[in-house]
């Protein structure tokens, strides 16, 4: 019984830390965009910065919430693109497809979401 309770809790803690990892490899290295994720220059430069770290925040929802709050963040994105570079704001978009062809449609949101679990992760986004 226990050997099971700790496997389905490290399954959730995997599936969290596997996403954002991935994410933040594909953010910096395939999609280029390490700077604007830590930016601290204009006002649309932060707004990005803080649009992309929600992202992070994904998995601590619901299933059935994650496509409602996917499609706001794609919104958000499409309107601050316009205050950046035409090849940055294509890098973006880029990402957001990437985070809906891969995580929502190939792995699903049932299989990424560590909501209502008992033990997640210590993330700062979660607090």
Request: hydrophobic share 45%.
């Amino acid at each position: 019984m226990l050997k099971t309770a700790t496997i389905k809790i490290s399954t959730f803690i995997l599936r969290r830390y596997h996403f954002s990892g991935a994410l933040f490899h594909k953010l910096v290295s395939k999609f280029n965009l390490g700077a604007l994720y830590r930016a601290t220059g204009s006002a649309a430069q932060k707004r990005i910065s803080h649009v992309l770290r929600q992202y992070f925040g994904i998995p601590l929802l619901k299933p059935n919430h994650m496509k409602g709050e996917i499609e706001r963040l794609e919104r958000e994105l499409r309107a601050l693109s316009t205050h950046v570079a035409p090849t940055i704001a294509e890098r973006l978009n880029r990402f957001h497809i990437y985070v809906v062809n891969y995580w929502m449609n190939f792995m699903g949101p049932v299989n990424i979401s560590v909501a209502g679990a008992l033990h997640k992760t210590n993330n700062v986004i979660e607090r």
